[in-house]
Every structure is written in structure tokens, then in C-alpha cells.
């Protein structure tokens, strides 16, 4: 990302500025937007509102994404997989910045408590970087696989006129399985219980208000 090198102060500097960013800013994406021009169709009140929650769901997943991976990248010890992260916490851009373009057309906002799920994932990146670099990948490995798992349920789930939604889902779904076997391929190890399933009754209490709020 960077050819210099850099100070403890400038990755402070550079993560704080990434993290305001995500969470206050309006994120840019690098790739179009694959819902493209697939035509909105007119939902009614009450798919709108749900494909908004399922949406927010999304969008709060990719706020978590970016925060896990910087705070992964901040403490990783081999430069090549602090690149992996930083390239993976890119394409979440993406990802992010599609969520919310599609949050806008469905007339509604990003979760209101986005500043404490960054910090929450920054913190525990953080921790899970501190381990070292297998258990970094391992949890990469474990994140993407949850995500991918919940936007399988949310294209069961959105309504079937929602294909600009879909749309986006069905390229972060690739996208994030290929976050996942790349991951594996640098050298991920196997998270240990209960790791796994604290992760995924953590995302179960996050799905439950970002829907909502
Ligand atoms: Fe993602
Ligand atoms: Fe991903």
C-alpha cells in the first residue's frame, strides 16, 4: 500500500483516518456497482423496510470487515500478510460503499451504532493479530465464511423483486469466499472452540439490532 516506511505515528494517523472514513465518510468503491442498471422495482412498504434491514445487516458486516482486518493489519508481524489484509480490507470498500449506495435507493440509513461496531472489531483484530499471523488468517478464514454463510440466508430472505440487492450480494458472496480461500492458502490455522461459535453468537446480537437500528 505504502513503498516508505512507516512510523507507529503515521499508522496511528492512517488508521484513524480509515476508521472515520468508514464510519462517518462516504467510502469509495474501485469496481461499478453490479446492480448496474437492473431496474427498482416498487416494493411495498414493508419489503422495503425489510430489505433495508437486510441491507443495514450488510452494510454493518463490511463496517466489522474493515475494522477487523485494520486492526489485524496494525499488529501483523510479517509484512506479507499485513498486505493481505490491507488488500482484503480494500475490496470491502467496495463492498461497503455498494451497501450504502443501496441503503439510499431503499430510502434508508446505515446502523446508528456503526461507531461501536468499528471499535468493537478494531479491538478484537487487535487481539487476534497480537496471537500471530496464522491465528490473523485463521480469523479471516472464520469471518468471511460467517458472512458468506449469512448473505446465502439474505438472498433466501430479500424479496425476489429486490434484484438490485441481489445483485450486489451475489458479488460479495464471491468476493468474500475468495477472501476466505486465499486466506487458507497463506497459511490460516483452524481456530480452536469456542472461538468459532463466540463469533457467531457475536454476529447474531449484531444482525438482531442492525436490522432494527
Ligand atoms: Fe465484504
Ligand atoms: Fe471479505
Given at each position: 500500500m505504502h513503498s516508505r516506511r512507516l512510523t507507529p505515528l503515521d499508522r496511528l494517523f492512517d488508521q484513524s483516518q480509515r476508521a472515520l472514513e468508514t464510519v462517518f465518510g462516504a467510502p469509495h468503491a474501485?469496481?461499478?456497482?453490479?446492480?448496474?442498471?437492473a431496474a427498482e422495482v416498487v416494493l411495498d412498504d414493508t419489503e422495503r423496510r425489510h430489505a433495508a434491514g437486510l441491507m443495514r445487516i450488510n452494510h454493518v458486516g463490511e463496517v466489522c470487515a474493515q475494522a477487523l482486518y485494520c486492526g489485524q493489519a496494525a499488529v501483523a508481524r510479517d509484512p506479507a500478510t499485513r498486505e493481505h489484509l490491507l488488500h482484503a480490507a480494500q475490496e470491502e470498500t467496495d463492498h461497503l460503499a455498494w451497501c450504502g449506495d443501496r441503503l439510499r435507493e431503499l430510502d434508508s440509513r446505515p446502523s446508528l451504532f456503526n461507531p461501536l461496531w468499528y471499535g468493537g472489531s478494531f479491538a478484537i483484530g487487535v487481539l487476534a493479530g497480537l496471537r500471530g499471523d496464522g491465528w490473523n488468517l485463521g480469523f479471516v478464514v472464520e469471518t468471511e465464511r460467517q458472512v458468506e454463510a449469512h448473505i446465502d440466508e439474505h438472498l433466501d430472505s430479500l424479496?425476489?423483486?429486490d434484484i438490485r440487492s441481489r445483485a450486489i450480494l451475489e458479488v460479495m458472496k464471491a468476493d468474500e469466499a475468495r477472501h476466505a480461500d486465499n486466506a487458507e492458502a497463506a497459511g490460516a490455522r483452524v481456530l480452536p472452540p469456542p472461538i468459532p461459535s463466540v463469533m457467531a453468537a457475536a454476529s447474531k446480537f449484531m444482525k438482531a439490532v442492525a436490522y432494527r437500528l
Amino acid at each position: 500500500m505504502h513503498s516508505r516506511r512507516l512510523t507507529p505515528l503515521d499508522r496511528l494517523f492512517d488508521q484513524s483516518q480509515r476508521a472515520l472514513e468508514t464510519v462517518f465518510g462516504a467510502p469509495h468503491a474501485e469496481r461499478a456497482n453490479p446492480a448496474g442498471d437492473a431496474a427498482e422495482v416498487v416494493l411495498d412498504d414493508t419489503e422495503r423496510r425489510h430489505a433495508a434491514g437486510l441491507m443495514r445487516i450488510n452494510h454493518v458486516g463490511e463496517v466489522c470487515a474493515q475494522a477487523l482486518y485494520c486492526g489485524q493489519a496494525a499488529v501483523a508481524r510479517d509484512p506479507a500478510t499485513r498486505e493481505h489484509l490491507l488488500h482484503a480490507a480494500q475490496e470491502e470498500t467496495d463492498h461497503l460503499a455498494w451497501c450504502g449506495d443501496r441503503l439510499r435507493e431503499l430510502d434508508s440509513r446505515p446502523s446508528l451504532f456503526n461507531p461501536l461496531w468499528y471499535g468493537g472489531s478494531f479491538a478484537i483484530g487487535v487481539l487476534a493479530g497480537l496471537r500471530g499471523d496464522g491465528w490473523n488468517l485463521g480469523f479471516v478464514v472464520e469471518t468471511e465464511r460467517q458472512v458468506e454463510a449469512h448473505i446465502d440466508e439474505h438472498l433466501d430472505s430479500l424479496p425476489p423483486a429486490d434484484i438490485r440487492s441481489r445483485a450486489i450480494l451475489e458479488v460479495m458472496k464471491a468476493d468474500e469466499a475468495r477472501h476466505a480461500d486465499n486466506a487458507e492458502a497463506a497459511g490460516a490455522r483452524v481456530l480452536p472452540p469456542p472461538i468459532p461459535s463466540v463469533m457467531a453468537a457475536a454476529s447474531k446480537f449484531m444482525k438482531a439490532v442492525a436490522y432494527r437500528l
